[in-house]
Each structure stands twice: as structure tokens, then as C-alpha cells.
């Protein structure tokens, strides 16, 4: 009689922990088994707690872009050890503690797996985001938020809604990162825009408890993204119409409209709702 084959040891699933940092960022911990890998530390403190807590070892820091409040933790976190430090190779000279300098369609191999550099200039010039399609998952720092997208600080509205489109051309259901927890007051933004959209009245409730049970609202779907999300959306009339009946004035392509958005997006102030 032969014995029963045992099975391999399964492969340890790849979990996705939020660690919050400052007032509403979020540092990604990416964790197979005892190993780990960041996205976008900004501070050392509560990152290294989570790690300590879990008993994991830091293998790699993920970089999308060279502001403070993505990179600030890095070289405390590094503390001298030889800890690859991926990250866009247009912003090196302000990132000095990345190790590997990276372009768009370039692959970083972590924790079994692959990740693919997609560039999305517009936030920052040299922002990179990390899409792991294996996995659907997607990080995507200051680009993509849940519900908008990140200021306008070096790139250009045109920059930005290619960016956006490559990100929103990924499959439906990837799992979308962002490094901060924008999500309600973009959606009273949202709302204001296109206050018809079913979809985004039944997301708002669902993240509307989601914040009230104290948890974060992340990761967004990029299908989700694509039916509530007015950035995603400039090409939908009722968006266009909407643009324009602000701006006052003809918008003559996606493009201006994209602008003319983003334009009023920055001024704008939710009122109080009862
Ligand atoms: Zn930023
Ligand atoms: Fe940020």
C-alpha cells in the first residue's frame, strides 16, 4: 500500500496591509509569509511598529514619486542595510536614497512575483505606478485617487489624462491602492458633478460606512473607478455639460474639459449637508 503523497507546502497568499500614516496617507505593507515590501513610506515610526508587530523582514521599498510624505521614512527604515529601493529614475536626484532607477515597462521581481512600472507623469513628472497583473493589484501613490486624482504640481491636464486613461484601460477588477484617504471628499466633489450617477450614490453609502466603522475605504476597483470617478469620466456628456455650465465658457476638447475640471476640483468647498 502506498502512502498518501502529501501536498507541497502551499505558497504563502500575498497579503496587502494599510499602515496610516500622518493625517490620511497610507503606506501599502506588501507580506508573503515573514517577508515584506512598502509602498511610499513617509514616516519610519508606524511603519516599523506594523513590521515589528508581524515579526516581518523588510525586503524592498517601492517609490512612485519623490514627495516628503511618500519617501520621508525610507533611509530610517533602510537604517544602512543593503534594502533595494526601486523608484522613477526622472525623479533620482530628488529620491537620493533609491538603490534601482526605473521606466515605464520596466518589471521589479518581489515576493514571488512581478510588478510592472506603468509612467503616469502629472502629479509629480517622473511619477511611476506599480501594477502587479498576476495579482490585479495596483499602487498607484498620488495619481488615481478614489473618487479624483492628485493636484496638478509639475505635469500638464493633458499629462494627466493619459496617465489616468492607462490606469483606467487596466482590467476591471484590479484592486486600486492610493496613498491617501481622499475618498469621501472627493465623492462630495463627485456628486456635485454629476449628482445623476446611481453608482456613485451607492459607493458613497458604502464608503460612508466604511469610514464610520474606522476603516479605510481602500483599495478602490478600477471598474468601480470608471463608473463613479468624474476624471475617469470627461469623456461622458453629462461630465461635459456639467464642465461647462461652471466654467462658463466653451470647452473645445477632453482635454479642456479635463482642465477646466481639475480647475474647479481645486477651489472647490463641499457644502454642509443636514
Ligand atoms: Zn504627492
Ligand atoms: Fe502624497
Same mark, same amino acid.
Given at each position: 500500500?502506498?502512502?498518501?503523497?502529501?501536498?507541497?507546502?502551499?505558497?504563502?497568499?500575498?497579503?496587502?496591509?494599510?499602515?496610516?500614516?500622518?493625517?490620511?496617507?497610507?503606506?501599502?505593507?506588501?507580506?508573503?509569509?515573514?517577508?515584506?515590501?512598502?509602498?511610499?513610506?513617509?514616516?519610519?515610526?508606524?511603519?516599523?511598529?506594523?513590521? #515589528?508587530?508581524? +515579526?516581518? *523582514?523588510? !525586503?524592498? $521599498?517601492? =517609490?512612485?514619486? /519623490?514627495?516628503?510624505? %511618500?519617501?520621508?521614512?525610507?533611509?530610517?527604515?533602510?537604517?544602512?542595510?543593503?534594502?533595494?529601493?526601486?523608484?522613477?529614475?526622472?525623479?533620482?536626484?530628488?529620491?537620493?536614497?533609491?538603490?534601482?532607477?526605473?521606466?515605464?515597462?520596466?518589471?521589479? #521581481?518581489?515576493? +514571488?512575483? *512581478?510588478? !510592472?512600472? $506603468?509612467? =503616469?507623469?502629472? /502629479?509629480?513628472?517622473? %511619477?511611476?505606478?506599480?501594477?502587479?497583473?498576476?495579482?490585479?493589484?495596483?499602487?498607484?501613490?498620488?495619481?488615481?485617487?478614489?473618487?479624483?486624482?492628485?493636484?496638478?504640481?509639475?505635469?500638464?491636464?493633458?499629462?494627466?489624462?493619459?496617465?489616468?486613461?492607462?490606469?483606467?484601460?487596466?482590467?476591471?477588477?484590479?484592486?486600486?491602492?492610493?496613498? /491617501?484617504?481622499?475618498?469621501?471628499?472627493?465623492?462630495?466633489?463627485?456628486?456635485?458633478?454629476?449628482?445623476?450617477?446611481?453608482?456613485?450614490?451607492?459607493?458613497?453609502?458604502?464608503?460612508?460606512?466604511?469610514?464610520?466603522?474606522?476603516?479605510?475605504?481602500?483599495?478602490?476597483?478600477?471598474?468601480?473607478?470608471?463608473?463613479?470617478?468624474?476624471?475617469?469620466?470627461?469623456?461622458?456628456?453629462?461630465?461635459?455639460?456639467?464642465?461647462?455650465?461652471?466654467?462658463?465658457?466653451?470647452?473645445?476638447?477632453?482635454?479642456?474639459?479635463?482642465?477646466?475640471?481639475?480647475?474647479?476640483?481645486?477651489?472647490?468647498?463641499?457644502?454642509?449637508?443636514?
Amino acid at each position: 500500500m502506498s502512502k498518501p503523497l502529501r501536498s507541497e507546502p502551499s505558497v504563502a497568499a500575498l497579503q496587502v496591509h494599510a499602515i496610516p500614516t500622518f493625517s490620511d496617507n497610507y503606506v501599502w505593507l506588501l507580506q508573503r509569509g515573514s517577508r515584506a515590501v512598502l509602498v511610499d513610506p513617509g514616516e519610519a515610526p508606524p511603519v516599523q511598529r506594523a513590521l #515589528d508587530q508581524r +515579526g516581518l *523582514q523588510l !525586503e524592498m $521599498i517601492l =517609490v512612485t514619486h /519623490h514627495h516628503g510624505d %511618500h519617501v520621508g521614512g525610507i533611509a530610517q527604515l533602510v537604517g544602512g542595510r543593503t534594502i533595494p529601493v526601486p523608484g522613477p529614475q526622472a525623479e533620482a536626484a530628488k529620491i537620493p536614497t533609491l538603490t534601482r532607477l526605473l521606466n515605464d515597462g520596466d518589471v521589479v #521581481d518581489l515576493l +514571488g512575483t *512581478q510588478a !510592472e512600472v $506603468i509612467a =503616469v507623469p502629472g /502629479h509629480t513628472l517622473g %511619477h511611476i505606478a506599480f501594477h502587479f497583473p498576476a495579482e490585479k493589484l495596483l499602487f498607484c501613490g498620488d495619481t488615481l485617487f478614489s473618487g479624483g486624482c492628485g493636484r496638478l504640481f509639475e505635469g500638464t491636464p493633458a499629462q494627466m489624462l493619459a496617465s489616468l486613461s492607462r490606469l483606467a484601460a487596466l482590467p476591471e477588477d484590479t484592486a486600486v491602492y492610493c496613498a /491617501h484617504e481622499y475618498t469621501q471628499s472627493n465623492l462630495a466633489f463627485a456628486r456635485a458633478v454629476e449628482g445623476g450617477n446611481r453608482e456613485l450614490a451607492d459607493y458613497r453609502a458604502r464608503v460612508d460606512a466604511c469610514r464610520s466603522a474606522g476603516e479605510p475605504s481602500l483599495p478602490s476597483r478600477i471598474g468601480t473607478e470608471r463608473a463613479i470617478n468624474p476624471f475617469l469620466r470627461t469623456a461622458q456628456a453629462g461630465i461635459r455639460d456639467a464642465v461647462v455650465a461652471h466654467a462658463g465658457e466653451k470647452l473645445n476638447d477632453q482635454t479642456a474639459i479635463f482642465a477646466a475640471l481639475r480647475a474647479w476640483k481645486d477651489g472647490f468647498r463641499p457644502a454642509a449637508t443636514p
